[in-house]
């Protein structure tokens, strides 16, 4: 896997000195690189995949009031399968799930309803998130959804918001990425104080 930052001009004229030693599994560059680097994509077997943003923050957010609702911290080791049933529904294309490469390392927390039909230990899991610690003394947000029958009532917010807060305290800075269409999800984190840092796009085998 290759990742390369910084102008596109300069990015393509670098991969294009690249002879890779092994089968290339994908590359995340800065946007705009693929239309200048198309063909050595393409020689290494690599097709356009996404195009999302990377957002940053070193603000901590206030931490918004969702009423009986609760923003808590799960143990992966007892919550993974709820975690993973969630996802699922609520952001079945993410691949980093309770079972991903980068799982055992987050912090997990998640949204329980208990106003709603029971689940176990105190309410209904209804939406998950996970903060993970990266290079540079900051942590990065992955794996974050509500399910579709609880969207619009802030919980996405307040969970975002409580990773968010823990992570400015702990590292100071917060990242995360996003699909650059994701609407929705660009106002919340918006609203929480994370503004655009990096437009990425990534390729994959054929």
Partial sequence: MYAAVGEPGRVAALLGTVTPDDTVRGA??????????GETFSGWGLRPATTWDRM?????????DVGEAAVALLDLD??????????AVANPSTRQGASGPHACRARWYGVRVPSEPRGRRGGALVAVGS?????????HLRSVGTHPAFRGR???????????????AEHGLVTLGLYDDNVAA????????FVLAHE???????
């Avoid at 995340?28 to 680097?37: H, K, S």
């Avoid at 940053?56 to 918004?64: D, F, Q, R």
């Avoid at 990425?200 to 054929?206: A, M, N």
């Fill in 28 to 37: 995340t560059v800065t946007r705009g690189t693929g239309a200048l680097a």
């Fill in 56 to 64: 940053a923050t070193e603000t901590a957010p206030k931490v918004p």
């Fill in 78 to 87: 007892r919550d993974a399968d709820e975690i993973a049933g969630l996802l």
């Fill in 131 to 139: 903060a993970t610690p990266v290079p540079g003394d900051a942590v």
């Fill in 154 to 168: 802030g919980y996405a917010g307040a969970l975002t918001a409580r990773m968010t807060a823990d992570g400015v």
């Fill in 186 to 193: 660009r106002r919340v984190y918006e609203r929480l104080g």
């Fill in 200 to 206: 990425v796009e990534t390729w994959h085998r054929v």
